[in-house]
């Protein structure tokens, strides 16, 4: 069974630091693009980063140089590494896996974990 399953979040003051991780079957982990959307209130979900099968990242400007993507191949994992948060980061955090190289929008989008709330406020 194909699924994503997602861990991590919860809330951090201004500058913290959060790591989210998903856990992939191993067709996904192996073959998609794995990566992260966020979806904050009254907003529609948009891309944060995306990390390919070659290895290759693309993060959102909003993001960048802040947040990361690193792979566990021994247990198919991906993690969002996240640093320096801002308030403007708060939202549910979706992992999201796909068959494009980068994960532009939610119609690139196969396969969705179950979201994870992050929340920056001081």
């Known amino acids: 069974q194909e699924q994503l399953v997602e861990s991590g979040g919860g809330s951090v003051r201004p500058g913290g630091s959060l790591r989210l991780s998903c856990t992939a079957s191993r067709r996904i982990f192996t073959f998609m693009s794995m990566g992260w959307f966020r979806q904050s209130p009254g907003k529609e979900r948009v891309p944060v980063a995306t990390l390919n099968v070659s290895g290759g990242l693309t993060v959102a400007q909003s993001v960048r140089g802040r947040f990361t993507i690193s792979k566990d191949s021994a247990t198919s994992t991906a993690y969002l590494h996240m640093n320096a948060l801002s308030p403007e980061d708060t939202g549910v955090y979706y992992c999201?896996?796909?068959?494009?190289?980068?994960?532009?929008?939610?119609?690139?989008?196969?396969?969705w974990g179950q979201g994870t709330q992050v929340t920056v406020s001081s």
């Open positions: 999201a896996a796909g068959q494009s190289y980068y994960l532009e929008d939610p119609g690139s989008v196969d396969f």
